[in-house]
């Protein structure tokens, strides 16, 4: 999983991921966000913990594709995986829900 932090203020259309610490996938994702976390929409900004997300869970089949991947902040991720883990038990995909995965700080 994919964590990162970005620089001060909102991301500027020209600007929007040039910053030499954030990765290709990062950068595409946030221009093609708009800046903006999928989740609860709210921009990110200066000091924002962010996660790269899949739409559809790889363990129901999703894939690493740029159209299945969304960036999140971070207690966005944390809400929808726990979600995501729910749906999966209550329709039979996974018998235990796994625990949350460990992540770099």
């Known amino acids: ?10 991301p500027s259309g020209s600007r929007m ?17 708009k800046g903006q976390c999928a ?8 000091g924002d913990v962010l ?9 129901l089949g999703g894939t690493d594709r740029y159209d299945n991947l969304q960036l ?3 207690h966005c991720h944390d809400t929808k995986t726990a979600t995501d ?3 999966a038990v209550l329709r039979g995909s996974l018998s235990i ?3 949350p995965r460990s992540r770099v700080r």
């Open 17 to 33: 991921g040039k910053h030499p610490e954030v990765g290709s996938r990062l950068s595409f994702l946030l221009k093609a966000q």
């Open 39 to 46: 989740h609860c929409k709210l921009f990110f900004r200066f």
């Open 51 to 59: 996660e790269v997300d899949h739409k559809v869970p790889r363990s």
């Open 97 to 99: 829900a796994k625990s």
């Open 72 to 74: 999140l902040h971070r």
């Open 85 to 87: 883990q729910q749906d």
């Open 1 to 10: 999983m994919e964590t990162g932090c970005i620089g001060r203020g909102r």
